[in-house]
């Protein structure tokens, strides 16, 4: 139980940050903390995080679920084997978040997306049996088709813009067939991490999971569509067509997703359809 108590004490530490740097943003303005800027091909990427309300506002929110879900796992999963593992990719999941909604530069967004999805498939794997590794080999096949269309997303904003950096994407985005990419690809890895149709297949598969990795998943981790398209906003703005292509999108998958959840026999899927429909109703709001 010891991994679950570091997992609890780091989810509170983040907690007492986010709360922090809200204060912080209200009082002072947004803020960054970088570990140095490299200007590579004309373009200006930052490593580190910038805090503005937005990203210091999700930082409290992460953080506040983390807490929630380690505790709640502490009690759920206690006796069970395998929870050092357990804890470990618990607490690098919350790492791994709090970076994808603080990170500087698009670059640090991706990376923490990436890690995150991969950490999580690590959790639906977490019984050790064969029906739950084939989930979750499953759910990071699945999950990794969105992250290479991330990736491509990053290197096509690389060629568009001549910053990646969030405090000055909204000066820098201009139209091009390089920037129609990139929001295309993008919009396309939120797409399959919020579970929307045709990408829906994998949240299913996630039932092989513990019900604490349950309720983180559909709690916060599916919602990677809108925490994605609210903290690079300039940049979908400056693309109507993707944003047409989500309404579209979102509508089909709450009518579809929506049946689905009626008609489903068992109830952790009708909890995932339930969860798909709702990340459709997010996307026509985006």
Known sequence: MKTMRISQVVAGLLLVLGVGAVTRVVLSGPFE?????????????????????????LLAFVASIALIVSVYAGRN???QRRLVRFGALLTL???????????????????????????????VAHRAGPSAQRAGAAVRRQLLV?????WTGVVAAFVALPTLDRAELAGAVSGSTA?????AALGGAAVVRSALLPATGWLPLTAEAPSPVSAYLHAGVVNGAGVLVALLWPLFFAVPAVLGAFIVIGAVTVVVASLAAKTRP?????????????????TIQL
Do not use: E, H
Request: no cysteine; proline share 1%.
């Open 266 to 282: 068992d109830v952790k899927g009708q909890l995932a359809a339930s969860t798909s429909a709702q990340m459709g109703y997010m």
């Open 93 to 123: 999941s919350f790492v791994s978040l709090s970076l994808m909604v603080t990170g500087a530069s698009l670059p640090m967004i991706a990376l923490g997306w990436t890690v995150s999805g991969l950490l999580l498939s690590g959790l």
């Open 33 to 57: 903390v970088s570990a140095g800027t490299l200007g590579i091909a004309g373009t200006q990427v930052t490593f580190g995080v910038y805090l503005d309300l937005l990203s210091a506002s």
């Open 146 to 150: 969105g992250d290479a269309l991330l």
């Open 179 to 183: 920037l129609f990419v990139a929001a």
């Open 77 to 79: 999963l206690r006796g």
